[in-house]
Structure formats: structure tokens, C-alpha cells
């Protein structure tokens, strides 16, 4: 489904604009390119899917005591009233218009109340005789078989999550209920069915066929987002917090999905268009735009702007533009902490064979992970293993022993597995160390040459120095191995024995507090020190970057605010070029908040959820 959403134009001033202005910010605000005899058609199905785990939603999957399903669109009421009636609404198509006006009709449960309902599966041949009614006096009409009985809510647009009319069935969570459930909804789609409008004085109206079928992944939140419901960037919350691992991950997701985000980048954007609308009308209208030369203008700081001779005509505007390039770069200057709490960190386990780097990280799994054996070389490839540090995703990953390839019994197999413990330590977030104390000497190098990487294919020093030294082990040497602590006195270095656990509580509580440093911080992307009127965004605390998608887009917004500020101290002659480095920098923020320019993000976007959300 291709989306066909017109970007808000609530972020604009209400002051009126030049006309070139209008046309400049009108390719930034036009609707996204698309088929419209496409999306109409499409907007016209309604959806139904799977929406909670289990139930049967693949094959190997286990039941579950409730299986949610969800329908949404047009049709989805009409669905409702077909599986809540014990006898099908199809014969309403075989029948005159007196005999329609009387047929009972089902009706539906008050907006967002709960209301327990026996489903009835329209594909049962089971046939019974029906009470003596005004439809069917004296006939035969086919009862249908019950399909299970179930909490029925319905949410009537737009007040719902896809702002279409939404209908959710609580059914009991075995495969051949939510099996039944879904059969009976595709089968509406080729069954013509009487419909009318609930509470309405209205006889049914003719019979038709629904417009239904199951839903791509990602459609339902595809909806919300067509309509209205949701920003691009709560989208990306969303999906975010579907696939939180842990506490801090999902509330990194909740507090972006609650808008903070986007209100920071809508608030960055809504100054750069009314400095953008000042210049449009300078170039338009001429000179006379321009803020008044003569008269001595104030930053928003106290401090005066002295007439310069023509070189004023961004008045006040060009140092609230380098407050907010200050405040973009101060938000760009997180290391990275939201992205990596998004996407967790990965430690690498290294050293020697048989330094004890399997029993660690089986120690710190609490099961057999990996396999542990005497003999040199056996862990060959990576392990990982997914751990919850103190609400922080962190890979823990095993690798092969390090030591010297023309060391007896070495193999191009260890070869290759030295070359990937190598590739996994340069990539880590974290490193830890393990060195035997019974043989110091040789494990301490082993590392060493592992982090600073004498190998041409690893040259250089590895990027982070985030290095956790663990000297293994201790349960058999003499209390003189703290002497060879003392040659690790410059890095954070834990003495442990992963047969007696001695130690372990210790590092694993220095770990966790590694792994939490690297995704904490205060930095709200704003600098108290500047003026708050143009930087402090109301709800925004703790917005950060959490993908690279808004890294980028900053950046080059960055970049265009730095280039306006150079051109801007010009005078009149680059005024429409610096007016087009505004413009290009509110476009980047507008591609943030999926105000402009994001089918290509959707589509990956969407394809990445799954399917009944």
C-alpha cells in the first residue's frame, strides 16, 4: 500500500507570506508522489490480521490464553454483524425488499465498551430450523455452527488507531480458533451480505460483498500513519518498542513515541521558515522588508545589533540562527547514546585458548552457552549470547583463542576463527580481557597485541578503548598473582575464578556500569546557557537521535545553518542564497517528521513490522 498523506502545515507562521515563499515552502509541504487511482482502491479494502503472538499465527507456534484480531476499514462493522449472527445474512440477497426490511440485523456493541458475543462461523453447513419470524416464517435456513465465544470492542473512526473504523476480537488463543476466525473473514469477501448502519431507523441496505483481506505487515500502523494518527517518527517509536528488550529500551521507545521528538524538530523547523518567510519577503518586496537599519535591534540576549550599513537585513534573524546550529551540534555531541541503547551494545570476550573466555561467558548466561573443553582451540566461531545489563541490550560474544599461528596444533580453521575473534573485538562497544594468571605473561600479550592489532588487516588501534581486564583462574595460583595485577594498574582489572565464581558479582557489576555510562547522560540537545526562547522546546526533555536516518538529516541541516551563517554577513547580493541554505535545512528537519519527501523510508519502514500492526 503506497501512502497518500499531506504533510501538516501547522509549523508555518500565521503572518502572511510573499508569494515566492508560498511556492518555496509548497514543495516541501505537497503531498507525497503517488498512484491516487491505486490508493483509493486500497483505501477502500479492510484488513484483518493476527494482531498478538501465538494462536497459531505460524506453523510451530504455541496457543495462548487470548488471541487478539483486529479489523479495520470501511467494512470492518459489516464483518462484525456477519460472524455475530447465528444464521447468514446472505439469504437477505435472495430475498424482496418487504422480507429485507424486516430481517434482524445484529447489533453491535456500544463504541470502546467490551461486550461478550458468540462468533458464528459463515462457512458451516450445519442446518437448522429457525424461529418463526418475519424474515423466514415457515423455511429452512441454515444456522451456523459457533465459532467461539468472545470480548467484541469496537472503535469507530477516526477516534481509533488507524482513524478507520476498528474492530477487535478477544478470541480464545488455540490454533483452531484463530484459524476459524480468519477462514470466516476471508470467506466474506466473496459472500454478498444485507448491511445497515447500527442504531439507525433505516431498513438494511442491499446485500454487497465486503471488501476484505488479511493485512500486509505493518499496515494497521501504515493507516495511522495515512491518516493522521501518527508521525513518522512515532512510527519509528513504535516499531521500536514492539522490539524492546529491555527497560531502558522501552523507555527510550515510550518517551519518543510521545511526540518529544518531533515536537524538538518541528520547534527547530518553525524558526528556521520565519527566518526563511523575512527573506522571501526582502527579495520580493525589496529594501522596505527589512528590518529597520536605523534602529539598534536586540538579540534576544541584551546585546545590541548596530546598524552596519546594509548588512542588517537579517535583523535579529541571523543570531537566532546560530543559536540553533549551536543547538543542533550540541544534540549531534551525544556519542551516539540513543542509537546505542536503540540497537544495544556488543561486548567481545578475547584472549588466549583456554583462558576461561566460555566459562565466563557461560557463568554470566547462567547456562551452557558454549562449549567448554581443555583442549586448545575450541571455540572456533563467534558465540553470542543476549544479556540485559541494568536495562541495557548488550551482546556478550565469545570468541576464539588468540595466540600465535605457527604455535603447534594451530589449523587454518583456528586461523580463520582468530581472524573473526579479531573483526568481533573491533567492532565491540566493550572489551574484556580474560588472561590466565597461571600464565600471566603470555595472555597479557596476547591482548595487548589483540587490542593495538599488529595484523595489516587490523592497523591501528582499535576505536574504542572501553578494555575490562579479567585475570582468570585465581582459584589455582598463590596470592602473589596480585603482583601481577599491578601491571594492569592503569585499566579497570578484576581477579576472578570461574570454578569457584569468586570475583564474578564484582566484574559483572563494573560491566553493567560500563554498559550504563555509554548510553546515559543529560545532554537534552539544548544549551541552557543560550537563549531559551529560541532553543527550549516545550516537552522535550530527553529527546535524543536514536537512528542514523536523523543523524544524517541534522547533520546536513547543521551544515546548511553553517553556510547561511557565512553567506548571511554578505549584504543584499547572496541574500537569495543564503534564503535557499534556510530552506534546504528546514527540508531535512521536514524528512525527519515525515513532513516531506519519505516514501523510500516508509517502504522499508513498514516492511520491517509485523504483520497485525
Known amino acids: 500500500m503506497r501512502i497518500s498523506r499531506v504533510a501538516s502545515n501547522s509549523l508555518l507562521p500565521s503572518y502572511?507570506?510573499?508569494?515566492?515563499?508560498?511556492?518555496?515552502?509548497?514543495?516541501?509541504?505537497?503531498?507525497?508522489?503517488?498512484?491516487?487511482?491505486?490508493?483509493?482502491?486500497?483505501?477502500?479494502?479492510?484488513?484483518?490480521?493476527?494482531?498478538?503472538?501465538?494462536?497459531?499465527?505460524?506453523?510451530?507456534?504455541?496457543a495462548t490464553a487470548v488471541a487478539v484480531i483486529r479489523i479495520s476499514g470501511p467494512c470492518a462493522f459489516d464483518a462484525l454483524r456477519e460472524l455475530l449472527s447465528p444464521y447468514s445474512l446472505e439469504n437477505g440477497a435472495k430475498k424482496g425488499e418487504e422480507e429485507i426490511k424486516h430481517m434482524k440485523i445484529p447489533k453491535l456493541p456500544k463504541p470502546?465498551?467490551?461486550?461478550?458475543?458468540?462468533?458464528?462461523?459463515?462457512?458451516?453447513?450445519?442446518?437448522?430450523?429457525?424461529?418463526?419470524?418475519?424474515?423466514?416464517?415457515?423455511?429452512?435456513?441454515?444456522?451456523?455452527?459457533?465459532?467461539?465465544?468472545?470480548?467484541?470492542?469496537?472503535?469507530?473512526?477516526?477516534?481509533?488507531?488507524?482513524?478507520?473504523?476498528?474492530?477487535?476480537?478477544?478470541?480464545?488463543?488455540?490454533?483452531?480458533?484463530?484459524?476459524?476466525?480468519?477462514?470466516?473473514?476471508?470467506?466474506?469477501?466473496?459472500?454478498?451480505?444485507?448491511?445497515?448502519?447500527?442504531?439507525?431507523?433505516?431498513?438494511?441496505?442491499?446485500?454487497?460483498?465486503?471488501?476484505?483481506?488479511?493485512?500486509?505487515?505493518?499496515?494497521?500502523?501504515?493507516?495511522?500513519?495515512?491518516?493522521?494518527?501518527?508521525?513518522?517518527?512515532?512510527?519509528?517509536?513504535?516499531?521500536?518498542?514492539?522490539?524492546?528488550?529491555?527497560?531502558?529500551?522501552?523507555?527510550?521507545?515510550?518517551?519518543?513515541?510521545?511526540?518529544?521528538?518531533?515536537?524538538?524538530?518541528?520547534?527547530?523547523?518553525?524558526?528556521?521558515?520565519?527566518?526563511?518567510?523575512?527573506?522571501?519577503a526582502v527579495i520580493d518586496f525589496g529594501d522596505d522588508e527589512a528590518l529597520d537599519a536605523d534602529d539598534d535591534e536586540d538579540d534576544g540576549d541584551g546585546n545590541d545589533i548596530e546598524n552596519d550599513g546594509g548588512m542588517s537585513i537579517w535583523g535579529t534573524i541571523r543570531p537566532r540562527i546560530t543559536s540553533l546550529r549551536e543547538a543542533m551540534n550540541r544534540h549531534l555531541a551525544d556519542a551516539s547514546r540513543g542509537e546505542l541503547l536503540r540497537d544495544g551494545l556488543r561486548i567481545a570476550i578475547v584472549g588466549r585458548p583456554n583462558a576461561g573466555k566460555s566459562s565466563l561467558l557461560n557463568l554470566l548466561a547462567g547456562r551452557d552457552a558454549a562449549i567448554v573443553s581443555s583442549s586448545p582451540g575450541t571455540t572456533r566461531d563467534v558465540v553470542e549470547v543476549m544479556l540485559d545489563l541494568g536495562g541495557v541490550r548488550c551482546t556478550i560474544l565469545d570468541t576464539a583463542g588468540v595466540r600465535e599461528e605457527k604455535e603447534e596444533g594451530v589449523n587454518e580453521i583456528e586461523v580463520e576463527g582468530m581472524k573473526r575473534a579479531r573483526r568481533a573485538a573491533k567492532d565491540a562497544h566493550i572489551i574484556v580481557g580474560v588472561v590466565d594468571a597461571t600464565d600471566f605473561d603470555r595472555g597479557l600479550e596476547a591482548v595487548k597485541e589483540l587490542i593495538h592489532g599488529n595484523d595489516s588487516e587490523f592497523e591501528g588501534e582499535l576505536k574504542n578503548g572501553n578494555v575490562i581486564y579479567v585475570l582468570n583462574k585465581l582459584d589455582l595460583v598463590e596470592r602473589q598473582g596480585d603482583q601481577s595485577m599491578s601491571e594492569?594498574?592503569?585499566?579497570?582489572?578484576?581477579?576472578?575464578?570461574?570454578?569457584?565464581?569468586?570475583?564474578?558479582?564484582?566484574?559483572?557489576?563494573?560491566?553493567?556500569?560500563?554498559?550504563?555510562?555509554?548510553?546515559?547522560?543529560?545532554?537534552?540537545?539544548?544549551?541552557?546557557?543560550?537563549?531559551?526562547?529560541?532553543?527550549?522546546?516545550?516537552?522535550?526533555?530527553?529527546?535524543?537521535?536514536?537512528?542514523?536516518?536523523?543523524?544524517?538529516?541534522?547533520?546536513?541541516?547543521?551544515?546548511?545553518?553553517?553556510?547561511?551563517?557565512?553567506?548571511?554577513?554578505?549584504?543584499?547580493?547572496?541574500?537569495?542564497?543564503?534564503?535557499e541554505e534556510l530552506r534546504l535545512a528546514a527540508s531535512e528537519l521536514g524528512r525527519i517528521t515525515g513532513a516531506i519527501d519519505v516514501e523510500d523510508v516508509l517502504d522499508v519502514l513498514f516492511a520491517d513490522f509485523c504483520i497485525g500492526k
Open 112 to 280: 470502546r465498551m467490551a461486550s461478550l458475543r458468540t462468533l458464528y462461523d459463515p462457512l458451516s453447513v450445519a442446518k437448522g430450523r429457525s424461529d418463526n419470524n418475519k424474515c423466514a416464517a415457515n423455511s429452512m435456513q441454515e444456522r451456523r455452527d459457533p465459532l467461539d465465544s468472545a470480548l467484541v470492542l469496537t472503535f469507530p473512526g477516526p477516534n481509533s488507531f488507524t482513524g478507520e473504523d476498528i474492530v477487535e476480537l478477544h478470541c480464545h488463543g488455540s490454533r483452531a480458533v484463530v484459524h476459524g476466525v480468519l477462514s470466516a473473514l476471508s470467506s466474506l469477501s466473496s459472500t454478498p451480505i444485507t448491511t445497515t448502519q447500527d442504531g439507525s431507523n433505516h431498513p438494511p441496505s442491499p446485500p454487497r460483498k465486503l471488501s476484505l483481506r488479511p493485512a500486509d505487515p505493518g499496515e494497521f500502523t501504515q493507516r495511522a500513519y495515512a491518516h493522521g494518527k501518527l508521525g513518522l517518527v512515532e512510527v519509528e517509536a513504535l516499531a521500536d518498542l514492539i522490539v524492546a528488550d529491555t527497560s531502558l529500551q522501552r523507555k527510550q521507545a515510550l518517551q519518543q513515541f510521545d511526540g518529544r521528538l518531533s515536537r524538538l524538530y518541528g520547534g527547530w523547523r518553525e524558526e528556521l521558515i520565519k527566518g526563511l518567510a523575512h527573506a522571501e
Open 488 to 579: 594492569l594498574s592503569d585499566s579497570v582489572t578484576f581477579g576472578i575464578s570461574c570454578q569457584t565464581s569468586e570475583g564474578v558479582d564484582g566484574f559483572l557489576s563494573s560491566l553493567t556500569s560500563q554498559a550504563l555510562s555509554l548510553v546515559s547522560g543529560s545532554d537534552d540537545g539544548t544549551d541552557s546557557t543560550m537563549n531559551p526562547r529560541l532553543l527550549t522546546v516545550e516537552g522535550t526533555e530527553g529527546a535524543v537521535i536514536t537512528r542514523a536516518r536523523h543523524r544524517r538529516h541534522v547533520e546536513e541541516a547543521a551544515d546548511a545553518l553553517e553556510r547561511f551563517e557565512q553567506l548571511s554577513g554578505q549584504g543584499y547580493m547572496v541574500l537569495d542564497m543564503a534564503a
Open 16 to 62: 502572511p507570506f510573499s508569494p515566492s515563499f508560498k511556492q518555496s515552502i509548497s514543495a516541501d509541504t505537497e503531498s507525497i508522489n503517488v498512484d491516487e487511482e491505486t490508493i483509493y482502491q486500497e483505501e477502500e479494502d479492510t484488513i484483518f490480521a493476527l494482531s498478538s503472538g501465538g494462536g497459531g499465527a505460524s506453523i510451530g507456534s504455541g
